[in-house]
C-alpha cells in the first residue's frame, strides 16, 4: 500500500477553473511538500508546512495556495488555473526528527495537470 | 537562477558501463547533498545522500563523490544495467538557510542500452 497518496492522477482542466489537489500520507510524518516537476527545471517547491499550524511559502507559490487540513492531509489549490501551470505535482513528506535534522523525503505518484 | 546545477540533461550508457552525473552548487551554506531517482510515472526516491564531512560514499554500484573546494559532486553509476534507466536529481540543503528544505537540480535522464 502507497505511504503517500495523491488525487487526482491525472486531470485536465480550462483556464480559469479552481483546481484542488489532494495528498494524503500514513507515514507518520509532519512534515508536508509540495513540489511541481517541469522538464528541464526539475522539482521546485511551491509551498511546505512543518506541522498543521505552520505553512510556509516555497519557491514559485504564486498561482497557487494550501491546506493543511490535518497532519495527514495537505491540499494544493490553484484559484484560477493558467496553461503555464501545466505540470507533474508531487506532494512528499518527511520526519523532523532524526541526526542533523535532514531527513528523507517520500514522494507520492504524482499528478499530471494539464489547463487547456 | 538555478542554486543547483546539473549535467548532463541526457546520457545514453551501454551496459556494463559507468554512468557520471554532475552537479556544482554556489551557496556554501548547502551541507547536504542527496541524489534522488525517478522511474516513469513513480515518484522520485531517495538513493544516497552525503554530508561534506566525506569526500566520497559508496552504496552498492552507486557512489557519490563530493568536492567541497570545488563546490561539486557526482553521482556515479558502476556496471550500469538497463533497469538503472531513469531520472536522477542532485539536490543541497543547508540548515541555515534553508530549514532543511531542499533545491534540486534539473535533473538528468539517463537510458542504459542493453
Redesign the interface.
Known amino acids: 500500500d502507497a505511504d503517500v497518496t495523491q488525487t487526482p492522477r491525472n486531470r485536465i482542466t480550462k483556464t480559469g477553473k479552481r483546481i484542488m489537489l489532494e495528498c494524503s500520507q500514513t507515514k507518520g510524518h509532519d512534515r508536508m511538500y509540495w513540489y511541481r516537476q517541469d522538464p528541464g527545471l526539475g522539482l521546485r517547491l511551491i509551498y511546505y508546512s512543518f506541522d498543521v499550524k505552520d505553512i510556509n511559502k516555497g519557491e514559485i507559490s504564486d498561482g497557487y495556495s494550501v491546506s493543511r487540513q490535518a497532519q495527514a492531509k495537505f491540499s494544493l489549490s490553484l484559484e484560477s488555473a493558467i496553461p503555464n501551470q501545466t505540470a507533474l505535482y508531487f506532494c512528499a513528506t518527511s520526519d523532523s526528527s532524526g541526526l542533523g535534522g535532514y531527513n528523507e523525503q517520500f514522494f507520492g505518484p504524482g499528478t499530471r495537470l494539464t489547463v487547456l | 537562477q538555478?542554486q543547483v546545477k546539473?549535467s548532463p540533461?541526457s546520457l545514453i550508457v551501454q551496459k556494463g558501463g559507468i554512468s557520471i552525473i554532475n552537479c556544482a552548487y554556489e551557496n556554501t551554506a548547502f551541507d547536504?547533498f542527496?541524489w534522488y531517482q525517478q522511474f516513469p510515472?513513480?515518484?522520485?526516491?531517495?538513493l544516497i545522500?552525503i554530508?561534506p564531512d566525506v569526500s566520497e560514499k559508496k552504496e552498492g554500484r552507486f557512489t557519490i563523490s563530493f568536492n567541497k573546494s570545488a563546490k561539486q559532486f557526482s553521482l556515479h553509476i558502476m556496471d550500469s544495467q538497463p533497469g538503472d534507466s531513469a531520472t536522477y536529481?542532485c539536490a543541497a540543503?543547508g540548515?541555515r538557510e534553508y530549514?532543511?528544505?531542499?533545491v534540486?537540480?534539473?535533473?538528468t535522464i539517463l537510458r542504459v542500452k542493453s
Open positions: 538555478q546539473q540533461q547536504y542527496p510515472g513513480k515518484g522520485p526516491a531517495l545522500a554530508r536529481f540543503s540548515k530549514g532543511n528544505k531542499l534540486f537540480g534539473a535533473g
